[in-house]
């Protein structure tokens, strides 16, 4: 079930496919274009894959609803990446030229916009208690972005910090779209706030292997190893290994100054003598399975089997 987790919504993530590429159509033959690139260029689909399985765990019928929903939650983190990329000057995403390289950065941030405002589009007629959340998603990414700058090359960073911030920039979109999946099923209140226990979860454990992986580095991974690194930003890896007794020191050094390629390969060096990378995937494991014991209430169905194949999968990838 963990590497088949999403056999049991196979053709509602075609469907999903089919109305995000519906929704993000324009008329600009060069606007198209670009939605395109980004869409097509092999995310994972966490967030409609859980606002879907959510909705058919609580006992949801009516899985086009879903579909068009966790499609919407699909654009809105396609288009949060394009302006990411913007922000930290990024070179690739999942292995190709980032938006604003390949075309230009004007054009990058009007694309950005347009795929937002299709997005909230999508989830126009999710009820008043889910869209509250999505508002406090799309509030806290800002925010935390603005938090993870403000940690970046600071030596006193502590581990409470780091899980702020990634309750903020990945957690809580991941939340948000379970949370509506289930919202739209069900109301049973009991079966939500599982849903969302679980969701918060997984999204916090995505962010650290997501950390992990710019350390171990891997083919797959579409991006250029250590550029949490590079650009000082403040990854559980890194809190871990600064408190190495015999690494830590000369790892602080690097981490509080502008580092350079060679600096990045000396921390990744570092990082890998240590403990840390260990304790960073115990870290996920246990977050994960917290997610997965948030589950109980919810009745058996091979939904849920799903939804704690997705919890297996997340802290088992490399990519």
């Known amino acids: 079930m963990v590497d088949r987790w999403a056999d049991a919504i196979d053709s509602e993530f075609s469907k999903v496919e089919e109305v995000i590429l519906d929704a993000l159509s324009s008329d600009n033959e060069e606007l198209d274009e670009m939605c395109k690139y980004v869409i097509q260029s092999g995310g994972k689909r966490v967030r409609p894959a859980v606002c879907i399985l959510s909705y058919l765990a ?9 579909v068009k929903v966790g499609a919407g939650f699909e654009i809105l ?99 948000a779209s379970a949370a509506s999946g289930a919202y739209i099923a069900t109301d049973d209140q009991d079966c939500i706030d599982s849903i969302v226990e679980y969701s918060s979860g997984i999204g916090i454990a995505f962010q650290i292997i997501d950390d992990i992986l710019d350390v171990i580095g891997t083919d797959g991974t579409g991006k250029k190893v250590g550029i949490d690194l590079l650009e000082g930003k403040p990854t559980l890896p890194i809190i871990y290994a600064m408190e190495d007794p015999v690494y830590g020191k000369e790892l602080r050094e690097i981490h509080s100054r502008s580092a350079t390629d060679a600096d990045v390969a000396r921390a990744l060096e570092l990082i890998r003598m240590t403990d840390s990378l260990d304790k960073c995937y115990k870290k996920a494991e246990d977050v994960a399975q917290g997610a997965i014991d948030a589950l109980a209430p919810l009745p058996d169905s091979i939904y849920k089997e799903s939804l704690i194949g997705l919890a297996k999968y997340i802290v088992r990838r490399d990519r």
Request: charged share 30%; proline share 2%.
């Open 58 to 66: 609580c006992g949801g019928k009516d899985v086009d609803r879903a």
């Open 77 to 175: 983190h396609s288009a949060s990446l394009v302006h990411d990329d913007i922000d930290d000057n990024g070179m690739l995403r999942r292995g190709r030229l980032t938006l604003h390289k390949k075309y230009t950065l004007t054009k990058a941030l009007v694309a950005g916009d347009f795929m937002l405002v299709r997005g909230y589009r999508c989830l126009s007629s999710l009820p008043e208690e889910p869209m509250d959340i999505v508002i406090k998603a799309a509030g806290m990414m800002v925010e935390s972005e603005f938090v993870q700058k403000d940690f970046e090359h600071d030596l006193d960073v502590t581990i409470d910090d780091y899980m702020g911030i990634i309750k903020g920039k990945t957690a809580m979109l991941i939340t």
